[in-house]
């Protein structure tokens, strides 16, 4: 799943929510390209058309102050013509609008963003990485461990279902993997990924 692209497109009053919805899953090792991060340095969104073209799903999150937003509707429109899936994230069913319309989505909750964006794993590891409807696509986190003078690499690989993870969220049980190298331990919680501490192991001695 390293080479997957997803796209997320959005109205201008919505970056922040845009953000605040992937900022853990950015964690996974696929790229994520959220539309007006896209505009700096003197930029003009229509010129994000090949991210769009090129991305493997494409995400367009529909508020209710967005929905109507023309560079949304546009880039949802041209991510149809170039046959991209297109996933709604939605305040309210009614947002979703043209070739939308009737398409299933993630609904958007406000008050609880954990729930969105964990049916929002649950979408992304299904349309990105589909191994059949009764199985569960091998996902992982990878990164270097953050103990000073360690140089080892921390792997998660993320073989639960997600049911079994929104239990384990539902439990306070948070997802565990400890670095080979110096035996720190990560946690992580288990319906977002989103990091939560590390139990410091040590280096082993110099022989």
Known sequence: MIDETVYVTHGPADLS????????????????????????????????????????????????AGATDAWL???????????????????SPDDRGGYV??????????????????????????ALAPLGALSVPNWFLRFPCSLDGCNGTVTIEIERSQKDLWRMHEHNQPVRQDCQTCQSSYFFDAGTFGFLHRE?????EDT
């Open 17 to 64: 929510l845009a953000q605040d919805l992937f900022s853990t899953i950015r964690n996974f090792p696929f790229t994520v390209h959220v539309a007006m991060e896209e505009l700096e340095s003197g930029r003009s969104r229509s010129e994000l058309g090949g991210r769009i073209a090129n991305a493997d799903l494409v995400v367009a999150l529909f508020t209710e």
């Open 73 to 91: 509707n546009q880039e949802v429109g041209y991510a149809v013509a170039k046959g991209v899936p297109v996933l709604p994230v939605y305040e």
């Open 200 to 204: 410091d192991g040590a280096l082993p």
């Open 101 to 126: 319309a009737d398409t299933e989505g993630v609904e958007l909750e406000r008050d609880d963003l954990t729930v969105t964006v964990f049916n929002l794993v649950c979408r992304l590891r299904a």
